[in-house]
């Protein structure tokens, strides 16, 4: 009976998710490895996991060495740059929105120079302190979501950790009541209260 096709799609519980990845990238460097013995092949292998741990593997040599070879071939593999063309002049709303993000830039930086003490030499007005105000909470605001967001993470990665843990603990406790259970058995059956005499030993009593 032939066997229907694995949809293959995210391993929604995190613990199955876990061991198959370590089973698959197990499985994966293996092929690399035979792979580069078998056809005397340069394989590298990068792997993050979902936690962004790194996982990497060189056949030969180093992975820098491999990379180093990659960006060689990359750049001998682009074509030659066309020779530029001179650019039409920007048109008048481009010149103006290029001009709005340099005065931009001159108020942040100037900004930046007066919250570190240089007062003296970036005196700012009250709309400029205002500006910058308002950039100040919004720059607050995404730190601040930025650190939610990667506490967030670590303490669901803790809890991963603690459930894997747990599922790991429960199976060595499970062992260890099966066993417990067979040498019960075993010292029950060998418990008699009374020696066992052979057929010959029977003959010789009578």
């Not at 709309?127 to 303490?155: G, N």
């Not at 010292?187 to 029977?202: A, C, G, R």
Request: aromatic share 6%; hydrophobic share 35%.
């Amino acid at each position: 009976m032939a066997r229907g096709k694995v949809q293959l799609k995210r391993i929604e519980n995190h613990v199955h998710r876990q061991v198959t990845f370590c089973k698959r990238r197990a499985g994966l460097l293996k092929k690399a490895k035979e792979l580069s013995v078998l056809c005397d092949a340069e394989i590298g292998v990068f792997i993050f996991s979902s936690h962004g741990k790194l996982y990497e593997l060189a056949t030969k040599g180093t992975m820098q060495g491999l990379i180093e070879r990659y960006m060689k071939s990359s750049r001998e593999a682009q074509p030659e740059p066309a020779p530029m063309e001179t650019q039409p002049a920007p048109d008048p709303d481009t010149k103006e929105e290029i001009s709005m993000l340099k005065q931009e830039i001159e108020e942040l930086q100037k900004g930046l120079r007066y919250m570190f003490g240089a007062r003296a030499a970036a005196e700012m007005s009250l709309d400029e302190l205002l500006v910058l105000e308002k950039h100040l909470e919004i720059w607050i605001y995404q730190i601040r979501s930025t650190k939610m967001d990667i506490m967030f993470k670590e303490i669901q990665q803790l809890r991963n950790k603690e459930e894997i843990l747990t599922a790991a603990n429960q199976h060595l406790h499970n062992k260890v009541e099966e066993n417990a259970e067979i040498t019960n058995f075993v010292s029950v059956t060998t418990d008699f209260p009374h020696p066992l005499t052979t057929q010959n030993e029977i003959i010789f009593q009578y």
